[in-house]
Structure formats: structure tokens, C-alpha cells
């Protein structure tokens, strides 16, 4: 290429560049109705010839940009800035000379802000790892607007920013040494990566990266790394050529994000664009944000957004738990044999109620039948049910939004509220309020679940007539009506069946919930009792779903043979001794949800992959995105349990195997129970 052979009808823009010249290109485009020639000349970090090259093409050229300093000052290469390139022989006098000083903020701020319209939430509490010194101060900025987990692999003393962030000064000694583009030129440089430092550096990336949602640099600093395996990951980085591409995808990254617009066939840095608008500038008038805005506009300048692997998306949970007795402190370590001594129990029942959360479990391997994926954390608060009511509500509030706290660290992006805590006080609608992410109590899903596990017990036991469109024919009753899984199940139960009871001892709540029901049209005949004793021996099908803790809430005796009991509550409201006392009726624990994909997490007392209805609902908002206050308080919208249990579907949420007290029941469990109620109806027909 000569610098004297430009076509004069044409903007000739020359991209000197401190990488490797194996990119190097000649190229005649149009960009916006004006014609340009754009030629890339590669020096392979010799700053003398970069300067050299920047001379000659000045004599000649409407524009020169000079990419690739930062890395090639971070290589130690180089020691200075563009403004050394325009003192070069009076090379300012007559050309323009740009680095990507401006454009490049807006680019990378613009994808950022790209990301998050375009994918609500995917930023939201995101672990970032930010590789490199080519990411800009303004950008970190953007990024804090959504997320506080930042991670710096390089100490950027030329970062001015409010908050305290983590650096990782093993890393960042041996970023000096292979700083410069992977392919650079010449092979000393490519062997530094090798070196024991840069050894070493590759070993506390790969750790670093196994966390980070989202890892921000150039393609070089990012390929320095060597890095492991990308699934689940984003990568915001630029300048995205189809071999860059397609090693990202090798790597098998979600989501590339290239901040630099590509109009033409071959790869151009934010430094040519810059200096196409310094181009077409009146000559002595310098780039400003306004010209560099009309230029985008001009050219439908746009990031670009790549799923190199097919569209999908991973997003993060939080749920919260706690032991549900003092039992559960019995198989925990120390706790186990200080509880055992007569007399401790009540004292560390007491004492774990103001321990911290803490992570009980990182649940991994959620796979949506769409491709999504969750990845999540159960986070355990101490108190039983028992020291919660024990205390103000405030007690409690003061716990979630610590496990609040806990889970945005974490990166969770909606966290769920499980068992008891979604119960006390206000249920949830204090701690929503409070929280700095999204907060769902899970209980329209378990509202569905509830009455999804009742109906199948109901198929499978094969006494109740159930005809072709789900009605099961029989009588029904909710007990603890008018609380908020309740309500909902009633509401359920008045269309898919012929009678439905509800009982509680708020009268009041009960007659609104009945004259509600009742205006929906249902096809069943509602009626209100304090107590269940009025009608309970005639019932079907019963759902227990109250607030009881432990306190009986119906006498087990009194139940028709053949009655399936779905037990909501928890705790739950039939204690294992009073369902052994009845062989000829099933009670289950109503709600568990069989997650899509191979689950991996502690045991919460469930078979291996199924959750209760609650946590699955965490995850199915997670899956589908919506980081939002789904369910919290104490009135459940009816449509969302029915969107609830619909996106469970889409998402491939199964109902699991129905289980009772003593775990998931067989087909001889309810062969079992079936012989045993019509013994027992025959037996009192007899009579």
C-alpha cells in the first residue's frame, strides 16, 4: 500500500494500529451516501513504526485513527497517548488524528443500556468481571446502575468511582505481560502467557470466571485468559470478527455483545469510526459528542447482539428457608448433640433464631423445556415457627431483608420467600418494599400445585367420579378458607366441583370470600362454617391451608373412607399419628413441583429434583425473566394462578410424585387405601 494512492473523490481513513498486520485490510466503502477508503496498517507493537506510518499517511489521508495503545502500554511497548501521534512532525497540522476516546464511551454505555431494554433484568445484581483496562470509567458507571457485584481482575488507577470495589492483584501482575492482542506479533509476546506469572494468572481467571454472569473486555485481554468454558455467561467486548465469533462459541458462550457497529464485511475498531467524523468535519473543527450522535444516525449505527449457541438465557434465585422444628436441628452437626441434652432443645431452638442467613445450598442444572437456565441459592434463616410468632414481625422482616441482602451479593436476580416467612406479618409485602430485589412468596403456584396434586390423587385413587373435562363430582372443603392459598383454592374448587365448603373462624372474611365466588359464577354451591366438624364427614376431598403451626385443625376420625386430604399448610396441619390412624384415606402434602433439567441441591426433604410449589415458583419467574413482585400479601390475584401455572407448563415444571408423611406414594399405596375405603363404605352400609 502506497499513501500517495488515494482516491481523491473518497474520505481515505487510515487505522495504524499496534496489533498484528494480519488483519490488515484495503477496502472501498459507502457509509451514509459518502464513500470511503479505509485502510488498516498493522506495526506489531513497534511504537517507532506506528509513529512513522502516522507521518506518512498524514500527507495524504483526510483522517488517521491509532488503535491498540492501551495494550500496547500495558505490554510496556508503549508509554504515551494519541497526542504523542499528532506532535509527530506536525502531522496535527494537517490531518486529524483520533483514538476512540469518545466513540468509545458512548458505544460501550449504549450496548450496556441495549442489554438491559432489550433483556429486562439480564444486568440485575449481575456478578461482572471486568478483564483489562480497555473498559471505561463511564461505562462502570452505567453498569453500577444495575449491579454493585464488580469485579476488577486489573487495579485501575485511572478509575474515579463512588463505592468500594474487589481487584485481583495476582491477576493484574501478570496482565503487564500478555496485555497485548492474543495474536500479536512478534512470538515473545505469546509466550509470556506461558511464563509462571502468566501460568498462574490463567489458573485465578478460570475461578473468577466460574462465578461471573457477565465478563467485559477486548477480544486480546479476554483471550490472554485462555479461558474455560463460557456456558451460562455473557461477554461484552468488541470489534467481533466471525473467527472471534466463533471462538466465543466454541467456548460455548450464551450471549456476545459487540459494543463496536459493524456496517462493512470486515472489522473495523471504534478509532475508524471516530475518525470518519473527524473526516467529514470542517477542517480545524475538533469531534465533539454532538457530531459523533449525528454520525450514528446517519449511518444507523447500531451494538449487535449475538447467540452464538441459539437464544438462551441463565438467570439467578434466592429462596429463603428455615427449619420447620427442632427436629431439624438434630442432624445438624453440634447443633444435633447439644439438642439431645435434656434441657437444650428450647435453649437452641432460641439461639439459631438470631443466627445470620446463610447459604444452605447453590442449586445448579434447572433446565427449562425452552433452554433457559436457573442457577440459585437457598438461603437459611434460624427460626422455627414457633420463635417467629415468638416475636414481633419486625424480628422476622429484619432476617429476610439480611437474606435479601445476602442474595443480591450472590447475584440473585428475584429471591422467594419459603414456609413461615411468608406468613408472618404482612405476608411479604413489608420485606417487597424493603428489599433491593424483586420478592415473590410463591404462594399463587402453590395455590395451583395444591389443587393439581389434589385432582391426580383423586384420578389415581379412582373412587370419586372425574369426567371428561376435569369436574370432579363430589363434595369439597377448604379449611382455613379465607387465608390467601386458601382463597385461591376455593375459588378452584367452586369451578371443578359440586360443593364446596369453606371454613374458618374469620366469619367475615368468609361471607366476602363466598359473595366473590359466588359473583364469578361457579358451578358449584359454596357454603361458610367457623368449623369443619359441620360437614366434614360428608367431604370428598379436603385442603387444609392454614396458618395453624402444629395446632389440629380437624379431626382425622370424623373423615368419610376414601377422602383425599391435600395438606397445604406448612408446618403441616396433619401430624403423622393421626394419618396412621386412617388407612382408608389419603392425605398428601400437596405442592411439589418436579424442576425440568437434573437439579442438583442439598436435600430440603423432597425427593431428588422436586421442590415444593413455592421455590418452583422463584424459579419459574426466574426462567421466564420476570424479576418482579409476582405474589406478596395476603389477597392472591386469581389470574396469576392461572399464569403461574401455565408458564410452569411452558417452562416443563411436572407434578411430582404425590407424597404423604411418610414419602412419595406407590401404586400400591393406592391400591392400599382404595381396598381399605370400600371395606370401610361397605362395612358401614352393612351396619
Given at each position: 500500500?502506497?499513501?500517495h494512492?488515494s482516491?481523491?473523490?473518497r ?5 495504524v494500529?499496534?496489533?498484528s498486520?494480519e ?5 472501498e ?5 459518502q464513500?470511503y ?7 506489531s ?36 497517548g494519541?497526542?504523542?501521534f ?10 486529524p ?13 449504549w ?6 431494554t ?8 449481575a ?35 463512588p ?29 509470556a ?10 489458573r485465578?481467571?478460570k475461578?473468577?470466571v466460574?462465578?461471573a ?5 477486548s477480544?486480546s ?5 485462555g ?8 461477554v ?8 472471534r ?12 455483545v ?23 468535519l ?10 459523533i450522535?449525528q454520525?450514528?444516525?446517519e ?9 452464538p ?13 428455615h427449619?420447620?422444628?427442632t427436629e431439624?436441628?438434630?442432624n445438624v452437626g ?15 431452638e432460641k439461639?439459631?433464631a438470631?443466627?445470620?442467613p446463610?447459604?444452605y445450598?447453590?442449586?445448579t ?8 437456565e ?8 434460624g ?6 410468632l ?14 435479601a441482602?445476602l442474595?443480591r451479593r ?15 406479618g ?11 430485589l424483586p420478592?415473590?412468596?410463591g404462594?399463587s ?6 389443587l ?6 383423586v384420578?389415581?385413587l ?13 363434595k369439597t ?14 375459588r378452584?374448587l367452586?369451578?371443578?366441583?359440586d360443593?364446596v ?8 372474611k368468609l361471607?366476602?370470600?363466598k359473595?366473590e ?26 385442603v ?6 402444629g395446632?389440629k385443625?380437624l379431626?382425622?376420625m ?22 396412621a ?10 405442592g ?6 437434573t437439579p ?5 426433604g ?10 418452583a415458583?422463584?424459579?419459574?419467574l426466574?426462567?421466564?425473566g420476570?424479576?418482579?413482585?409476582f ?7 386469581w389470574e ?24 412419595p ?6 391400591d392400599?387405601?382404595?381396598?381399605a375405603?370400600?371395606?370401610?363404605r361397605?362395612n358401614?352400609?352393612a351396619?
Amino acid at each position: 500500500m502506497s499513501p500517495h494512492s488515494s482516491d481523491n473523490a473518497r474520505k481515505v481513513i487510515v487505522n495504524v494500529t499496534f496489533q498484528s498486520n494480519e488483519w490488515d485490510y484495503d477496502e472501498e466503502v459507502t457509509l451514509a451516501g459518502q464513500p470511503y477508503r479505509l485502510i488498516r496498517v498493522g506495526t506489531s507493537g513497534d511504537a517507532r513504526a506506528a509513529e512513522d506510518h502516522v507521518w506518512r499517511w498524514s500527507l495524504s489521508a483526510d483522517a488517521i485513527a491509532v488503535s491498540g495503545m492501551r495494550e500496547a502500554r500495558a505490554a510496556g511497548l508503549f508509554s504515551g497517548g494519541v497526542d504523542d501521534f499528532r506532535r509527530v512532525k506536525g502531522t496535527t497540522t494537517r490531518v486529524p488524528v483520533r483514538d476512540d476516546s469518545l466513540l468509545a464511551d458512548v458505544l460501550q454505555e449504549w450496548a450496556i443500556r441495549r442489554i438491559q431494554t432489550e433483556l429486562p433484568g439480564h444486568l440485575s445484581n449481575a456478578r461482572v468481571l471486568v478483564v483489562g483496562e480497555t473498559t471505561r470509567e463511564r461505562t462502570i458507571k452505567v453498569l453500577q446502575e444495575f449491579t454493585e457485584n464488580i469485579l476488577f481482575e486489573n487495579p485501575r488507577d485511572d478509575l474515579v468511582l463512588p463505592g468500594t470495589f474487589k481487584t485481583n492483584p495476582v491477576t493484574s501482575t501478570a496482565s503487564e505481560a500478555t496485555e497485548l492482542a492474543w495474536r500479536l506479533a512478534p512470538g515473545f509476546l505469546k509466550s509470556a502467557v506461558h511464563a509462571p506469572v502468566g501460568w498462574v494468572a490463567e489458573r485465578i481467571a478460570k475461578l473468577a470466571v466460574k462465578d461471573a454472569d457477565v465478563i467485559i473486555g477486548s477480544f486480546s485481554e479476554l483471550m490472554r485468559f485462555g479461558l474455560p468454558n463460557l456456558h451460562g455467561k455473557t461477554v461484552i467486548t468488541s470489534a467481533v470478527s466471525e473467527d472471534r465469533l466463533e471462538t466465543l462459541a466454541e467456548l460455548d458462550v450464551d450471549l456476545v455483545v459487540d459494543v463496536t457497529p459493524q456496517p462493512f464485511d470486515f472489522v473495523v475498531v471504534p478509532a475508524v469510526l471516530e475518525a470518519m467524523v473527524a473526516a467529514n468535519l470542517p477542517k480545524g473543527e475538533d469531534v465533539t459528542g454532538e457530531a459523533i450522535v449525528q454520525f450514528i444516525q446517519e449511518a444507523d449505527l447500531e451494538p449487535r447482539l449475538f447467540w452464538p449457541n441459539g437464544e438462551r438465557r441463565k438467570s439467578r434465585f434466592s429462596f429463603v428457608i428455615h427449619p420447620l422444628s427442632t427436629e431439624y436441628f438434630k442432624n445438624v452437626g453440634p447443633l444435633g448433640f447439644v439438642s439431645d441434652i435434656p434441657g437444650m432443645g428450647q435453649i437452641v431452638e432460641k439461639a439459631v433464631a438470631y443466627v445470620p442467613p446463610f447459604v444452605y445450598s447453590h442449586v445448579t442444572g434447572i433446565v427449562s423445556a425452552t433452554g433457559a437456565e436457573a442457577e440459585g441459592w437457598l438461603i437459611s434463616v434460624g427460626g422455627t415457627p414457633k420463635e417467629m410468632l415468638a416475636h414481633p414481625p419486625e424480628f422476622t422482616y429484619s432476617r429476610l431483608l439480611e437474606a435479601a441482602e445476602l442474595s443480591r451479593r450472590l447475584g440473585a436476580q428475584i429471591m422467594g420467600l419459603g414456609a413461615f416467612t411468608k406468613v408472618v406479618g404482612d405476608a411479604g409485602v413489608t420485606v417487597a418494599k424493603q428489599a433491593r430485589l424483586p420478592v415473590t412468596t410463591g404462594n399463587s403456584y402453590s395455590a395451583s400445585g395444591a389443587l393439581w396434586a389434589a385432582h391426580e390423587a383423586v384420578r389415581r385413587l379412582g373412587i370419586l367420579p372425574i369426567d371428561e373435562d376435569g369436574i370432579v363430582h363430589g363434595k369439597t372443603m377448604v379449611v382455613g378458607a379465607s387465608g390467601a392459598i386458601g382463597s385461591v383454592c376455593a375459588r378452584l374448587l367452586a369451578l371443578a366441583s359440586d360443593e364446596v365448603w369453606l371454613v374458618s373462624p374469620e366469619m367475615a372474611k368468609l361471607l366476602a370470600i363466598k359473595e366473590e365466588i359466588e359473583a364469578e359464577n361457579p358451578r358449584a354451591t359454596v357454603h361458610v362454617a367457623m368449623d369443619p366438624s359441620i360437614a366434614l364427614s360428608d367431604m370428598d376431598l379436603i385442603v387444609t391451608a392454614t396458618s395453624a403451626a402444629g395446632h389440629k385443625v380437624l379431626d382425622i376420625m370424623d373423615v368419610k373412607p376414601g377422602c383425599v386430604i391435600t395438606d397445604v399448610a406448612r408446618p403441616l396441619d396433619m401430624s403423622a399419628e393421626d394419618v396412621a390412624k386412617r388407612p382408608d384415606v389419603l392425605v398428601i402434602e400437596s405442592g411439589e413441583i418436579e424442576l425440568p433439567g437434573t437439579p442438583k441441591m442439598r436435600s430440603i426433604g423432597l425427593p431428588d429434583g422436586v421442590v415444593y410449589a413455592c421455590l418452583a415458583e422463584t424459579i419459574v419467574l426466574a426462567l421466564e425473566g420476570r424479576y418482579e413482585n409476582f405474589t406478596v400479601g395476603r389477597n392472591i390475584e386469581w389470574e396469576k394462578v392461572k399464569e403461574i401455572y401455565r408458564l410452569g407448563l411452558k417452562h416443563g415444571m411436572k407434578l411430582a410424585t404425590i407424597s404423604g408423611v411418610k414419602g412419595p406414594y406407590t401404586d400400591e399405596d393406592f391400591d392400599r387405601v382404595r381396598e381399605a375405603a370400600l371395606a370401610a363404605r361397605a362395612n358401614a352400609e352393612a351396619s
